[in-house]
């Protein structure tokens, strides 16, 4: 029992996170320059753009100008980047992946970028689970239909990571959940077009397109 528990001690360390990754916030666009600000359109990642753990590729995002586009980019989100959300009623996360890689994170989200030492995967299972959520949810501040949460203080929030090796196993089990749910979430979306079709056919016939 004791070897037991000596390897688990091994296998962990506790460190803040912004010793393992790096914390910032997004460029701050406003709803109304989303559709008349001038300068070269970027894919921009808002707090709607965040379903189940996913982010939306960037050909779903809105698009916003920006005169400076190098600029822009030192707030485009990266593989295995995990993000939350700064601002709004619900707390999400996000871990972004080839679809959504260089898009433009907003103001309202937070992005936290691993380490070389961290895999992304595993920092989002450990940010995302219901065992640390409530850790980020006291930091949250404001009235009850608008919270915020602050770079800084998320940063300073010490998380407890596994080995590397069971990081790598933890994310890969992550990215295949999450395959694995929008595969089914297609699948019954093609189902039920296929019974609506089936429906209308049997309710309307030749009819329906008339």
Same mark, same amino acid.
């Given at each position: 029992?004791?070897?037991?528990?000596? =390897? %688990?001690?091994?296998?962990?360390?506790?460190?803040?996170?912004?010793?393992?990754?790096?914390?910032?916030a +997004?460029?701050?666009?406003?709803? !109304?320059?989303?559709?008349?600000?001038?300068?070269?359109?970027?894919?921009?990642?808002?707090?709607?753009?965040?379903?189940? +753990?996913? %982010?939306?590729?960037? !050909?779903?995002?809105? =698009?916003? $100008?920006?005169?400076?586009?190098?600029?822009a980019?030192?707030?485009? #989100?990266?593989?295995?980047? %995990?993000?939350? =959300?700064?601002?709004? =009623?619900?707390?999400?996360? $996000?871990?972004?992946?080839?679809?959504t890689? +260089?898009? @433009?994170?907003?103001? *309202?989200?937070? #992005?936290?970028?691993? $380490?070389?030492?961290?895999?992304?995967?595993?920092?989002f299972? @450990?940010?995302?689970?219901?065992?640390?959520?409530p850790?980020?949810? #006291?930091?949250?501040? +404001?009235?009850t239909? &608008?919270?915020?949460?602050?770079?800084?203080?998320?940063?300073?929030?010490?998380? *407890?990571?596994?080995?590397? *090796?069971?990081?790598?196993?933890?994310?890969? &089990? #992550?990215?295949?959940?999450?395959?694995?749910?929008?595969?089914?979430?297609?699948?019954?979306?093609?189902?039920?077009? &296929?019974?609506?079709?089936?429906?209308?056919?049997?309710?309307? $016939?030749? *009819?329906?397109?008339?």
């Open positions: 029992m004791k070897d037991r528990k000596k =390897t %688990v001690s091994l296998c962990r360390s506790s460190a803040r996170l912004l010793d393992v990754a790096e914390v910032f +997004g460029v701050g666009v406003s709803r !109304e320059e989303k559709v008349v600000r001038s300068g070269k359109r970027l894919p921009v990642i808002g707090v709607r753009d965040f379903q189940d +753990g996913a %982010v939306a590729a960037r !050909e779903a995002l809105d =698009t916003v $100008g920006f005169s400076s586009p190098a600029k980019a030192t707030y485009a #989100v990266q593989v295995d980047d %995990v993000l939350v =959300t700064g601002r709004g =009623t619900l707390l999400k996360f $996000g871990l972004v992946g080839d679809e890689a +260089g898009a @433009i994170a907003s103001a *309202n989200i937070i #992005v936290v970028r691993p $380490g070389p030492d961290v895999a992304g995967g595993a920092l299972a @450990i940010l995302s689970s219901d065992v640390f959520r850790k980020i949810e #006291v930091l949250r501040r +404001g009235a239909t &608008l919270l915020s949460l602050s770079p800084k203080d998320l940063a300073k929030l010490e998380i *407890n990571l596994p080995s590397r *090796n069971e990081q790598e196993r933890i994310a890969a &089990l #992550v990215k295949n959940a999450q395959i694995a749910y929008r595969t089914a979430l297609e699948a019954a979306e093609i189902r039920r077009s &296929l019974a609506r079709r089936l429906i209308d056919a049997r309710l309307f $016939g030749d *009819n329906q397109n008339n």
